[in-house]
T-cell receptor, first 115, second 112 residues
Framework: NAGVMQNPRHLVRRRGQEARLRCSPMKGHSHVYWYRQLPEEGLKFMVYLQKENIIDESGMPKERFSAEFPKEGPSILRIQQVVRGDSAAYFC?????????????FGSGTRLTVV | RKEVEQDPGPFNVPEGATVAFNCTYSNSASQSFFWYRQDCRKEPKLLMSVYSSGNEDGRFTAQLNRASQYISLLIRDSKLSDSATYLCVIEAPNTGFQKLVFGTGTRLLVSP
């Protein structure tokens, strides 16, 4: 019973390239959340998705960032034209429903380094 | 003012010591509270939820003071393996889903 799976674990991109981060939720989970942790900072909410729907993207930067959770396949966080400031750990979590009171389980994250 | 504030530490304690971390939050409408643990370069892991009545899980005790908007975590009989960063987390109110707001964490170092 695999947990939340994220890949790649580490990703290096040059400035201006695109980064694609993937998140496969736990089996049976249809709600996905993305968080970002900049160096020496706390995790910050980015986006909440259900299958084929973006529910809340209030934490997403206005430009270059997008997320999707298609009917089939993993959730994708896409960063276009990366800049050094995008270097961070990106964590994904999933749940069976959006309103839970138990906290949720994170994947092991993708560490993006922009050079 | 930050939504969740924690002393970054580090707290350096010997094995067997008792250590307490505190956290304050700014939004009085928050309803759910958690402590997470994060090891270096790893994902945060849920340590325990925090209830108004206080709750205990083995060597760990969490308390919530709604009037003062204050959350605490007490670790008794510290082990070397307790060395980590402890994240105070609240659920942002009135969002319709569990949107978590994280503190920057308190670092604990337990030495032999």
């Amino acid at each position: 019973n695999a947990g939340v799976m994220q890949n790649p674990r580490h990703l290096v991109r040059r400035r201006g390239q695109e980064a694609r981060l993937r998140c496969s939720p736990m089996k049976g989970h249809s709600h996905v959340y993305w968080y970002r942790q900049l160096p020496e900072e706390g995790l910050k909410f980015m986006v909440y998705l259900q299958k084929e729907n973006i529910i809340d993207e209030s934490g997403m930067p206005k430009e270059r960032f997008s997320a999707e959770f298609p009917k089939e396949g993993p959730s994708i966080l896409r960063i276009q034209q990366v800049v050094r400031g995008d270097s961070a750990a990106y964590f994904c979590a999933s749940s069976t429903r959006g309103q839970d009171n138990y906290g949720y389980t994170f994947g092991s994250g993708t560490r993006l380094t922009v050079v | 003012r930050k939504e969740v504030e924690q002393d970054p530490g580090p707290f350096n304690v010997p094995e067997g010591a008792t250590v307490a971390f505190n956290c304050t939050y700014s939004n009085s409408a928050s309803q759910s509270f958690f402590w997470y643990r994060q090891d270096c370069r790893k994902e945060p892991k849920l340590l325990m939820s925090v209830y108004s009545s206080g709750n205990e899980d083995g060597r760990f005790t969490a308390q919530l003071n709604r009037a003062s908007q204050y959350i605490s975590l007490l670790i008794r009989d510290s082990k070397l393996s307790d060395s980590a960063t402890y994240l105070c987390v609240i659920e942002a109110p009135n969002t319709g889903f569990q949107k978590l707001v994280f503190g920057t964490g308190t670092r604990l170092l337990v030495s032999p």
